[in-house]
């Protein structure tokens, strides 16, 4: 609106433009990519070599064979599977309730409530989690990774106002009258109306919970419960960095997440822009 | 309002509170996961660091009440000083450039006649959907100080090579450009939602008066998108201080202490050196100096929405 750039040369330019700057931002995925198929002597070869000459698979061997990489794979699939399950379970069953009993004594209290706790940051309460995941025995569990955050608050805020919006009481009351239990309203009316907002939150969840690093180090202590971010970062560091075995295992675990991203980005951006709008 | 969604209606009001709370069991049975696992995760946790700010405690052996004495050491904590030294640097930094970045790719998404949006924006997002440990090690082989393709690239325009990652002075610059690489994308997204929210009829007006593509953007878009800015600026302010996987893997605080930010330097303290309580007293300072910037900043940011044009 704004930019009217009427000549065709101008719309060419802003083309360019982007398009420079797009390939520039896409540089290190590229390089990462390339990476995964060059010994250690063509990473480091100069010049650089935009296109691996000759390509190498033995980077995939190697770490296949060198590191428990299936098993990192698997754990972080179970912890994201669990964690983003868990997580929709209970923020659409909290989101449903602030939405749909807006009657029940104390419910706007309870409902500031929970967006208070959004300003805690987790820095503050780390090291008691921290100290409470050593005491449930948690610790070097997948559990300790899928449970803490589950129930939280922004998602219980956006389950809420999407179903607040979108699910017409008229439905309700109508199962209501048929003889469905609350907990089947819930689940058989509620929940597959608000599948929007609910695949915007599970992606939401999803990348945060594959890429989390800090929480992984902390509490994933063997080897048999690496997750795929931890087992490439403790994979460095040891005398001599292997990087194409690092840039094969790296690619394994970027790929899931840019398929998962361009699949959901429509939501995913919902999801994110959904705080700005409000503030 | 949503009030005809609820059990019974308004009919029977004159009940007691007690019959109203029994006759709404399943609300509250149904937000009860939420406060069962906040009492645990976050209403304890909270408690018990408050507690331990007071006191000396490694973790393993017992605690020593040492009242104020955890306060008293910051003061004379030189590497707490330092690390939020780094932390006002990076964010100087990169706060600027990737706020004009975004909001200049936002303004390009923005415009109506742009094929292929989907496609731009999905690359500028991209970066902050990855992990970050993967993409700080690649970017540990462009910043490589002989053979990377940052200094290879360096060369070819004649300039000298730079040690990224291994000087003080250039570290942080380091650090900055991964962390605009990461986060403009975000930034821009927030930003195109912002500017999706003026209506066209503030452009149309202007346009009418006379006034140009750059007046229009000084004068209606940037003071309409000061609450956006105001909200990515809080998001940075809170990205910066609590950063973590960045500098834990593409410098790990180094060299020596230069690129250590709060978040690492509280990790370190944390589980580096296991100073729970001494940790817990640095934790509670920081973000509740934060909070209060973050708050006067709001207040600011609310207070004079139509003065001062500098929003950006």
Redo the contacts between chains.
Sequence with gaps: MRHRIKTAAGKLSLYVVLAGLALVFLVPFYWLAISAFKSQGQIFSTPPQWVPSPWQWSNFEDIYRETNIVRAFLNSCVIAVGHVTLSLFLCSLGGYAFAKYPNAPGGRKLFAFVLGTMMIPGAVTLIPTFVILMKLQMVNTWWAMIVPGAANAFGIFWMRQYIAAHVPNDLLHAARIDGCSEFGIYWRVALPIARPALAALGIMLLIGTWNNLMMAFLLLRTKDMQTLPLLIYLLQGETRTPFGMLMAGGLLTVVPMVVAFLVFQRQFIAGITSGAIKA | ???????AGPARRART?WA??RR?W???V??S??????A???L???L??LY?AFVKWD?LTGMTWVGLANFATMLEDEILATSLWNTLVIGLLYVPPMMVLAFL?A??L?????KMR??????????C???????A???G??Y?P????LN?TIGRIGLDPIPWLNSEAWSKVAVAILVV?RW???NM??M???LQ?IP?EY?EAAKVDGAG?WQ??RH??VPLMR??F???GLLSL?GTV?M??EV??LTRGGPGISSTNF?LY??NI??GDFR?GY??SV??T??LA??VIALAATRRGRASPDEGEGGA
Excluded: K, Q
Aim: with cysteine.
């Design positions: 309002m949503a009030d005809d969604g609820d059990l509170r109203d709370v709404h399943h609300f509250y149904f937000i996961p939420f406060f069962i696992l906040f645990v995760f976050g304890y946790p909270m018990f660091s331990l973790g790719f303004l390009a923005n415009v109506p006649w742009l989907g496609a731009f924006r999905s690359a500028f997002f991209l970066p959907v990855t992990p970050m440990v993967v993409i090690i690649v970017f082989l462009l490589s002989e053979r990377g393709l290879y690489w403009t994308g975000y997204v927030l195109l939602a912002g929210g066209h452009y593509a229009r953007v209606i878009t609450p956006t105001l909200f990515c809170l609590y973590f996987d834990f893997v978040g509280l990790f944390s589980f729970f940790a817990s934790a509670y920081v973000a934060v909070f």
